[in-house]
C-alpha cells in the first residue's frame, strides 16, 4: 500500500527543497501506529518549518 507524502530537504547550497513523493507502508518504522486519513492539513509550525524557519525544525 502507497501513500502521498510531502518530503522537505536542504540542497548543499542551503536552501529549503518541497515535494510531494510517493512513499511505501514498508518505508515507515516498525512499530508506528498508522491511521487512515482522508485528508490532513499543515498547522502554523508545520508551515514553518516547510518554509525553512531554521529555529522551528530540528
Known amino acids: ?3 502521498k507524502a ?3 530537504t536542504e540542497n548543499k ?3 529549503i527543497e518541497r515535494s510531494i513523493v510517493q512513499r ?3 518505508d515507515l518504522p516498525a512499530g508506528e501506529v498508522l491511521v ?3 485528508y490532513s492539513s499543515l498547522n502554523y509550525k508545520d508551515a514553518m518549518s516547510a ?4 529555529g522551528i525544525t530540528k
Not at 518554509?51 to 531554521?54: L, R, T, V
Open 1 to 3: 500500500m502507497s501513500f
Open 6 to 8: 510531502l518530503r522537505i
Open 13 to 15: 547550497d542551503g536552501k
Open 24 to 26: 511505501e507502508l514498508d
Open 36 to 38: 487512515k486519513v482522508h
Open 51 to 54: 518554509s525553512g524557519h531554521k
